[in-house]
């Protein structure tokens, strides 16, 4: 069975802050996406990777696939970056459209 | 950008009645997937399908839910007697091919079966 850890659950920082939030997965995947849900409950994908690390702005998601773990850092991080940061995998064993597994996600909140 | 779209945004339905939650994906996309979040809990995959036909489920798919795309355009989901469980969010995602490409997810539509 195919495990998504997320940590930490609950994170508060103060604006400005560098912020990282850990994924690991417990079976190999195809891909691992970034998504972020604000409080009404739209869901966003930030990153899909499959190696190594992307960058988007102020976001940068690094995979290291051997040690089957994820990171997901905010540089200079702003209130408006307050949401939960969701890690989901696709399993290499799921069929061919790879339906996704997730994690719990991280409550991130950024205060000003 | 293009967008998928989710309608309703909200709907409330009696515990028994049948509910359809529509959504049009992204005009160019393939596959079509239906998730589920219950209310503090993680979003849950419920179907996925391609070529009008439904390519995986989960064991929480069972004979109450079916999918249909009736249109070419909109991919609904039908919950044919609704429980008070069956209470959550529900996202509609597409993607343009079915491996390791980008899925794109609606706003959701929130159920609350009473």
């Known amino acids: 069975k195919n495990e998504v850890e997320q940590s930490p659950q609950n994170l508060t920082a103060q604006e400005g802050e560098f912020i990282t939030i850990n994924c690991s997965y417990s079976?190999?995947?195809?891909?691992l996406h970034w998504l972020q849900q604000h409080p009404g409950g739209g869901i966003v994908s930030l990153f899909m990777?499959?190696?190594g690390k992307k960058k988007h702005g102020r976001l940068i998601a690094t995979i290291n696939i051997q040690e089957k773990h994820s990171s997901l850092h905010i540089t200079a991080s702003h209130p408006r970056d307050s949401a939960v940061y969701i890690c989901a995998v696709r399993p290499l064993s799921s069929g061919s459209a790879r339906q996704l597994t997730f994690g719990s996600g991280t409550q991130l909140t950024v205060l000003p | 950008e293009p967008e998928v779209t989710q309608t309703p945004s909200h709907q409330v339905t009696q515990m028994g009645q049948e509910v359809i939650l529509r959504c049009v994906p992204i005009s160019n996309h393939l596959y079509f997937y239906w998730y589920r979040q219950i209310l503090g809990q993680k979003v849950e995959f419920l179907v996925s399908f391609y070529n009008n036909e439904i390519s995986e489920k989960s064991e929480i798919f069972d004979d109450q839910f079916s999918v249909e795309r009736p249109d070419g355009s909109n991919f609904t989901l039908k919950i044919r007697s609704t429980k008070l469980e069956d209470s959550a969010m529900y996202f509609c995602?597409?993607?343009?091919?079915?491996?390791?490409?980008?899925?794109?997810f609606g706003q959701g539509t929130r159920l609350t079966v009473v």
């Open positions: 079976v190999g995947i195809s891909a």
């Open positions: 990777l499959s190696s």
């Open positions: 995602a597409s993607s343009q091919q079915g491996g390791n490409t980008e899925a794109f």
